[in-house]
């Protein structure tokens, strides 16, 4: 067993931390909104954020059918702003990274400064988001309250943040509205038609969802699917909470909720609804902690006392200077060891250090809950409000207090103090994690089985820092394990990008007892060749013969570039060794690469899922095309890794937003099971980059794909390698090698049961279609796996309707795509390729109709079926000919020159007078795939649909057609001239385009 193998995961805040939110007899209490530090002082916006949740409160009792309000709220003002009469201390609790709602400075993306108000999230339908992010100015600018209530944008976050709705904007034009209009969220919602082409909407008294346009007067509730609703959900519509819900409406979402599910807080008469707020100020005053560790008879098993005392020695070295730490001990007796003792120095920290437990200290039985009083007792002399308990223990509870005894549970609140848990081992007791969730700490667990390497870094930084700053953020950039043969070495590399490289920390960590540090050649050598060496006593490496590990602390910034570390092994024995590299953000560096990871539940029984999330961020930018992998560490077998894919697919839900996602599936038995999250740069094919800022204020006009913003699959950027170009718009920026280590959390698995496979393949929720003929159509989607996107599935079930509720609700019935109607080749029907990988395939169709509905639902090796897909329509032009007589290009001399490109996909819409291209499309960059040696000129023509239904080359005519000149080299297509040519009035269609070789000379 590794030394820091011990603690390992980080339990994020979500759904299962009790503390972040919770609703108590319809009352919200526990809801916190922090400001940021960022923000200049400005005390009448804390008199807005009052008045924004007390006008809030009403409109949500009224939307939930009198089952929710506002009732006790809290206004975390920064460290940065003065500390006034009127403001409470903020406990250790109380802070800016654990509030659900922030008040955040406007996002500046390509010069276009963004005041939307949007919900962070993994984006699982029907589980809470992270938090909710706002703007000052979203709520007091008049041009953005009076064209959106903020009292009713909140409640219509709050929808996102709270019970995972999406949006019920629409998307564009929907097949059941033949006459062409817009699809809405309510079906009796009227709808008309400007001269300019603009649908309208009319409510007329009729109330559509808070989903939808919260800010009409008419909209107060939620939309419902019962028969006896008020605002009836209308599943037809194409919006996104009918896609990734799978049709259900919001309180359909919202009654399986943690809130409302088991006919939890029924509607209830409440007299007043306003809201109790308190403002608290995060003082500079410092932390107080007190470690709580386990040492009964069974820490002194395995490697369990020096993996502990390297674990908490590293925490003590890392703790901010001018905190106070503590230190309990306790078995069936809880002991003080060290009073509340303020860090200055090194030295003040290796005396708190010399009160850890040691062999001597062992002895038998376990009280967790008799830790904890006389902790809270050492903090009873505490001068400050920031409060918090490290408690390490490894076993069951076998006497009394224990930690679920009222008293111990009453102190603990009345306290105010945040807990953090290390649970070592599987037999260590599963009230740990609930402590930690229910007081707004962190869960970590030591797994006695993997020899995959972590450790408490991951934490350090989070445990000692709650504040919002970016500026002092530690990273983990590397993490490795090592074996060193005796009288030999290994030398190794690590990569720092411009994001890292000041005050970093190398640590080394054994536990070969009878190994000395005098038997070890250490050497470090950093990018400008500065070389650190152990020396004994004398530095810059200092090792710890009682503690096995080593530490280089390198002050300052350090420019970026390679470092090499070399380790030697002096003795005849073999040597294992982990080494670690945390560092942090440089001063000026705005743009750093963060990853942030999440896990959907903390706990599931059997066959449910967890999905792994990771941002992967430069800034405001998104990072794609990284490499992003989880390693999981699972009861009874080795880790096992899991790609996590941004591609818009399975649980991803909008590709190249910078959130990589997956289903975690491969589950071996009932237990914990630790999550580590790596990201890096795929080394292989240097397709690594960022959108830059300029190109992100032109095609998202400074919106970024979270819940709360109005972005389709159209809005997002096209595949592939940019064009180097700055007047494309399509400017990139590669990224330098850089590496990204999170740990997001651990989850508990209840029930399982290896008899049988049953879990399905994941829903596809990104079929696609198009019409190429009177009775031939092209659909495509990316491939789901045979347990959710793991693997390969067996079947795919592909039908078709004139009738979309036929469809949906009689799926088996309707009329499938067989073999014999498939047109292409490479794509079977009884072969699904592997998951993450495109089917793309022509059929005809099996009935003849002006309009078809298409879906498919995927089956696996069990004969499990997936859910239903999102439903697609494919509207045929009856009146098209058997065949379509189409000028042919002919002017090409050469083979090489004869390549024609059809690109997939709509790229724009001809309105009455004009063509409207998707932010993007005017590069035509979406699907086009050209050989990497290709190079020649090129002229691409986008054509309107003609009236006969063909899709054709360029023709003559004045007002039909876009024309754009360029070249294609190594590979990619770089623009030079393009002109747009006047419409006809009466066009209206889709466009796609060809794009032919006419190079001359070819």
Known sequence: MQPHLMLITLLCLLASNSFAIRLVNNSYVDVVIAINRDLKEDVSLIQTIKDLLTDASPVLYRATRKRAYFKEVTIVVPDTWNDRSDYLPASARETFSQAKVRINPPEIIGGIESNSAFVESTAVCGLPGLYMHITPKRMTDPRWRNASPPHKMFVHEWGHLRWGLFDEYYQGFYGPDFDGKPARCV?????TRSATGTWRFSTNGVSGSIMWKQYYD????????SN????????????AQNRFCDLRSSWEVMRGTEDFREGRNLPREISSVKP??????KKSAADAIVLVLDISNSMYQGKRLINLRQATKTYINEVKVGSFVGIVHFNDIATIKQNLTKVTDQKSRDKISEKLPSVSDLRDQTSIGGGLLKALEVLRHANTARKQLLVVSDGTETTNPTIMDEHVQQSIESAKVKIHTIAIGEAADDKLASLSDKTGGMSFFHDEVSHEPSGLQEAVGQLAESDSSDDDRQYQVSRQMMTINGKSSKTVTVDFDDGVGRNTLFNFFWSL?????????????SPARKVYRYRGARGPIYCNKDYMMCELKVQGEVQPGQWKIKVGNRGKKSLSMTWEVLSHKPVNADNAITLETYISKSEVTYPQTVTITASLMKGNRPVIDAVVAAVVTRPSKQPVTIHLRDNGAGPDLLAYDGLYSATFTHFSGTGRYNVKVIASQDYTNNRYFTYSSEVMGTMMKGKRARLGVRLTLDDLPPEGPGINKPESGFLRELTPRFTRIQSPGMFAVNSYQSSKDVIPPSRIIDLRGRVVSENNAQVTWTAPGDDMDTGEASAYSIRVSTSFDDLVDSFDSQREILPENVVSSGFSISKPKMAGLTEKFNFSTPVKAKMLFVAVKTRDQSGQLSGLSNVIYLKFDDTAPEKCNCPVETSLEKAICEHEFVVVGTIGVITKDNMQLHPGAEYLKANIRFPPSLSLPVKMNINRKTTNGCLCPPVPEAGQRYVMSGNIRQGQLEV?????????????????ATVHSVAAGC
Not at 218 to 225: I, L, S
Not at 276 to 281: A, D, E, F, W
Not at 513 to 525: A, I, T
């Open 187 to 191: 079906e009796k919602i009227a709808t």
């Open 218 to 225: 008419d909209v107060v509730e939620f939309c419902d699917d």
């Open 228 to 239: 006896n609703a008020k605002v009836k959900h209308y599943r037809m519509a194409n919006n």
């Open 276 to 281: 109790t707020i308190r403002v608290v100020h």
């Open 513 to 525: 007892k009878d190994f000395r540090p005098r038997q070890l050649r250490l050497f470090v050598k």
């Open 976 to 992: 030079t001239n393009q002109s747009f040519l006047q419409l006809a009035p009466s066009d209206m269609a889709t466009m796609r």
